[in-house]
């Protein structure tokens, strides 16, 4: 009998550990077929910029969390500057997340809620939606939360550790992650009275975040990122919303909508069923007095991360409220009887099976418009000899190149500023940027770079009146600076199919074009 046990249970870990291998290569394979100049292109730019010493806030425009970009500057560096450095690190965080979920569920449950955990899990979010840092951040968060415990005073520093490098990797977390963090420390202080716990704790937190600071400090670009704090209003702003606005839609398409759209989008409804079962549990811990230290603090960070999440993309709730899902087997194994356990078990596979049958990209949009017959790849480009792209990708930067080689060839130019959404636009460049923000976004309006670097105008204007830049820009965009480019003309449109029709239009110094 034990021999069989064994036997079964080494079946289960080599079917869940083939399981994960299998979506980690699908994960870097839809990866490379994706040609996304705007997210791809930024995270991309981010850690070469790094790589080349650049500052980061002054020098280049961290959208969301410094780690996360010096994180992938490293792989970068081993890799060969190649673009799937960054998405072997988006699936290696993603799925090390899911197997420390796991054992978060084996450590409050069982060896079996630990393999439900990483199938339900897989079956609803199977692959990364973007080479985002909301995945590094989710990793470090689900690290705290498993080494937490009162019982070693090393791993709850550990703990503590892990969740300040959590909100380096994406600075947004710190709405969410410093309540649970001192709601917690006040629990241990007052109820427990150890203040050595406490100590261990609030160092193990604190000593990431002190190294973070003394480095804005000594390379003088504190206030620089001070002025990047203001980048989640000015979200707000331009999408014309507000919190408590983004707070009812959030609250209404959980609690309500999401049982009407079950059939289209059945993630949400594990998502909604994690926040009801540990709402309970919470409730538990304060009223009934359970005092189980580990799930009030998975309860707590679980209900408070919402915030990061109220748009209610689905990569976002499964990097978040995702991490109340050990709660729910929790709950089932200790609260059930032997028939409810087998009808909720039932309900959570066969909504996860349903999911995985029907969307198994994970219900992403442009996962599902790859065109995997007519992909292949190109050695032209040193920095994306992995990527399987369409034939018009190819070409784009294939003019692209071409243009910049004739500029350098004939022209005394220096700059080059992209006005379009496409970073890769200055990535396959050979001239200096003028500006922090790789691309322009019609959606955040185009004054959206002047915004954060106040001496981007004048850089931009100076340049311009020296006949020192050349402008790669779509039609709306350049709209900003008519005015100022009285020397310049239309040099070539260029047909960029995936962005409503638009053409990329290339203008140049009438000096330089009398050259060409």
């Not at 780690?67 to 965080?93: E, G, V, W």
């Not at 420390?100 to 692959?127: A, C, D, M, Q, R």
């Not at 779509?474 to 100022?484: R, S």
Request: glycine share 2%.
């Amino acid at each position: 009998m034990i021999f069989k046990n064994k036997l079964s249970t080494n079946v289960v870990l080599l079917a869940i550990s083939l399981l994960i291998i299998f979506f980690f290569f699908k994960t870097i394979n839809y990866f490379t077929h994706i040609h996304d100049g705007s997210h791809h292109g930024l995270i991309f730019s981010n850690g070469l910029d790094i790589l080349k010493g650049k500052l980061p806030y002054k020098e280049i425009f961290v959208q969301y969390g410094l780690l996360h970009d010096l994180l992938n500057s490293i792989t970068l560096f081993f890799l060969n500057n190649d673009i799937i450095a960054i998405y072997i690190n988006t699936a290696l965080f993603y799925f090390t997340s899911v197997i420390i979920l796991g054992l978060i569920s084996k450590e409050i449950s069982n060896l079996y809620s630990l393999y439900l955990t990483i199938i339900v899990i897989i079956f609803n979010h199977p692959l990364p939606y973007l080479p985002w840092s909301n995945y590094l951040a989710f990793l470090f968060l689900s690290l705290s939360v498993y080494l937490f415990t009162l019982e070693s005073e090393k791993k709850i520093f550990l703990s503590g550790f892990f969740l300040s490098l959590s909100i380096l990797s994406r600075e947004n977390f710190y709405y969410f992650i410093l309540p649970s963090f001192l709601f917690i420390n006040i629990y241990i202080f007052y109820y427990l009275k150890n203040l050595r716990l406490n100590f261990f704790f609030l160092f193990g937190f604190l000593l990431p975040l002190i190294f973070f600071f003394s480095y804005l400090l000594l390379n003088n670009i504190y206030l620089d990122w001070f002025n990047y704090q203001k980048l989640p209003f000015i979200y707000l702003d331009r999408y014309d919303s507000d919190f408590f606005q983004l707070l009812k839609n959030f609250l209404n398409y959980l609690f309500v909508e999401s049982f009407f759209n079950v059939i289209n989008k059945p993630q949400y409804i594990l998502i909604l069923t994690i926040i009801i079962f540990n709402i309970y549990s919470l409730f538990e811990q304060f009223i009934i007095q359970k005092k189980n230290l580990k799930i009030m603090f998975i309860c707590i960070t679980c209900l408070s991360s919402f915030v990061v999440a109220l748009n209610l993309e689905i990569f976002r709730l499964y990097t978040s409220i995702i991490i109340g899902l050990p709660v729910v087997f929790y709950q089932i194994l200790n609260k059930f009887n032997n028939d409810n356990k087998f009808i909720s078990y039932f309900l959570l596979l066969f909504i996860s099976s349903y999911s995985i049958f029907f969307y198994p990209q994970g219900n992403v949009k442009f996962y599902k418009n790859i065109n995997f017959d007519n992909s292949y790849q190109s050695s032209n480009f040193k920095y994306f000899k992995y990527q399987q792209w369409e034939s018009h990708h190819w070409e784009l930067l294939d003019n692209i190149k071409n243009i910049n080689n004739k500029v350098k060839n004939n022209c005394n130019i220096k700059y080059i500023l992209n006005m379009t959404p496409n970073a890769f636009v200055l990535l396959i460049s050979d001239f200096d940027r003028v500006q922090i923000t790789p691309y322009f976004t019609e959606h955040l309006g185009t004054d959206f770079n002047y915004i954060l670097h106040n001496d981007f105008k004048e850089k931009l204007y100076r340049e311009i009146q020296r006949n020192n830049l050349f402008i790669y820009s779509m039609e709306n965009n350049i709209l900003i600076l008519q005015d100022k480019m009285k020397n310049f003309s239309l040099y070539k449109s260029i047909k960029v199919k995936g962005l409503k029709g638009s053409k990329m239009r290339v203008y140049l110094p009438n000096k330089c074009i009398n050259k060409l």
